[in-house]
């Protein structure tokens, strides 16, 4: 018997804003496991301080499509050291491309009630349930280091000078040493992964509260525009991607609603990402 596509029980949205600088460095993916049973996304930040940034931050992207299709199996069966064997491809194929290529990357596995995810670099993912904030990915910052000796409080982090000083990257000679976890999702839980671009200027808040009232899909292209207009003429790259577990997931699927959200689907899925 056929499983239910449980892709479909995340509304979602993406959207990326280049902001004053020449070239959009910042990538995005959202990808179904072949049998739409799982999904994984993730946010790529190309830094901006080394040559072939975009690079790096497409064959981020590349890697993890590639991956999803060949390795879902590993995924399902122990998906923080699936994660892990990602990430290690992910910095090999950006040394293959570019002596010069960096990313950042955070990236979230979902799959059976269950959310796994990996980072390495300032690209977040944040985790809310009933507007709390129940987790942030720790940066591997200069300012994050700053803040945990207790030198700075979490909102002086974003315009601190030492922002954009990161000890861990994808690509280069050091072996990626990427964080890793996961949570129980909830119904009507919401998770956002971005690049600094959107939490140097975008409150945690104003996170929830825009995807909330607009939805996904609005909130996300919203927020990434009001980054970009609050950074101002130096602002940097902004990409955000927003999902939101259906608060009735729950329900029966003959229930109102139900049939109506499972037949709209996603059908612009393929064409968002990056």
């Known amino acids: 018997m056929r499983q239910p596509d449980k892709t479909r029980l995340w509304d979602r949205g993406a959207a990326s804003e280049l902001g004053g600088r ?31 940034g975009a690079l790096g931050a497409q064959v981020v992207i590349d890697t993890a499509r590639s991956y999803l299709q060949s390795s879902v199996a590993q995924l399902r069966t122990n ?34 009630g269950q959310a796994h995810w990996l980072n390495v670099g300032d690209s977040r993912l944040y985790h809310f349930r009933r507007g709390r904030r129940l987790m942030r990915t720790r940066d591997h910052s200069a300012v994050q280091l700053l ?27 050091e072996v990626p040493k990427p964080d890793t976890g996961g949570f129980t999702i909830q119904p009507g839980d919401l998770l956002a992964l971005c690049s600094d671009g959107v939490w140097e ?13 607009n939805g996904p ?29 259906d608060p009735d997931a729950g329900a029966a699927s003959d229930q109102p609603g139900w049939k109506k ?11 968002r990402d990056r």
């Open 217 to 245: 899909a609005i909130a996300a292209k919203t927020l990434t525009e009001q980054a970009v207009q609050r950074g101002g003429a130096t602002a940097d790259n902004a990409t955000l991607l927003l999902l939101r577990a």
């Open 147 to 173: 803040m945990d000796m207790g030198e700075i409080n979490e909102s002086e982090m974003a315009t601190h000078p030492a922002q954009n000083r990161l000890y861990r990257c994808l690509g280069g000679e």
């Open 22 to 52: 020449n070239e959009q460095q910042d990538r995005w993916g959202i990808f179904p496991a072949p049998d739409q049973n799982g999904l994984l996304v993730l946010v790529a930040d190309g830094m901006g301080g080394h040559r072939d």
């Open 261 to 271: 959200r499972l037949a709209a689907g996603f059908t612009a899925l393929f064409n």
């Open 79 to 112: 998906p923080l050291a699936a994660l892990d064997q990602l990430c290690q491809q992910m910095h090999d194929a950006i040394n293959s491309r570019s002596e010069n290529a960096r990313s950042t990357v955070v990236m979230v596995w979902i799959d059976d």
């Open 201 to 213: 200027h975008i409150a945690e808040s104003d996170i929830w509260s825009a995807a909330l009232d």
